[in-house]
T-cell receptor
Framework: NAGVTQTPKFRVLKTGQSMTLLCAQD?????MYWYRQDPGMGLRLIHY???????AKGEVPDGYNVSRLKKQNFLLGLESAAPSQTSVYFCASSYSDGGSDNEQFFGPGTRLTVL | AQSVTQLGSHVSVSEGALVLLRCNYSSSVPPYLFWYVQYPNQGLQLLLK??????LVKGINGFEAEFKKSETSFHLTKPSAHMSDAAEYFC????????????FGSGTQLTVLP
């Protein structure tokens, strides 16, 4: 049981380049989330998904796109990277959105630098 | 609207001393409150959470937190710090328990001195 895994762990991009971050979970969770973590700001929600084939915007969605073609995978895309997107990106999943099963399980993170 | 304030971005304690990490929230309705821990180069891990019922919540690794509605606080404590407790700690709040509406505090880095 690997939990939540993220690929890659590190990446350096030049301004304007594109890339996709992959998140995979093996816990059969319905809900998946993408966060970014910046110094002194905690975690902020970029996009989330409430099930296979669904996505929704979070607090800071601009410049990012997501897809959830399979229940276990949640992809985060940057079409044209900007230095402001330099951050650590975390994926998380949960069984449900509310109640006693709303605990989020986090991946180890992807450290992205945009030059 | 909801918000979380963690007082003190860095806290240092000696090994064996009391750990106290402060968290205050603002919420228009009764909140669900969480504490997460992040060890270096790892993702966040849930320490404990308050939903309803008993206001003193016990979590993993000997940590506990008390929900005080009158003070709008949810401070995290541990009676005796261990070197392995060195990490960053995040308080988070959500209304109605919705995980996709979690609001995180800015974090407190705990250093444990030998």
């Amino acid at each position: 049981n690997a939990g939540v895994t993220q690929t890659p762990k590190f990446r350096v991009l030049k301004t304007g380049q594109s890339m996709t971050l992959l998140c995979a979970q093996d816990m059969n969770h319905e809900y998946m989330y993408w966060y970014r973590q910046d110094p002194g700001m905690g975690l902020r929600l970029i996009h989330y998904s409430v099930g296979e084939g669904t996505t929704a915007k979070g607090e800071v969605p601009d410049g990012y796109n997501v897809s959830r073609l399979k229940k276990q995978n949640f992809l985060l895309g940057l079409e044209s990277a900007a230095p402001s997107q330099t951050s650590v990106y975390f994926c998380a999943s949960s069984y449900s959105d509310g109640g006693s099963d709303n605990e989020q399980f986090f991946g180890p993170g992807t450290r992205l630098t945009v030059l | 609207a909801q918000s979380v304030t963690q007082l003190g971005s860095h806290v240092s304690v000696s090994e064996g001393a009391l750990v106290l990490l402060r968290c205050n929230y603002s919420s228009s309705v009764p909140p669900y409150l969480f504490w997460y821990v992040q060890y270096p180069n790892q993702g966040l891990q849930l320490l404990l959470k308050y939903t309803t019922g008993a206001t003193l919540v016990k979590g993993i690794n000997g940590f506990e937190a008390e929900f005080k509605k009158s003070e709008t606080s949810f401070h995290l404590t541990k009676p005796s710090a261990h070197m392995s407790d060195a990490a960053e700690y995040f308080c988070a709040v959500t209304l109605s328990g919705s995980a996709r509406q979690l609001t995180f505090g800015s974090g407190t880095q705990l250093t444990v001195l030998p």
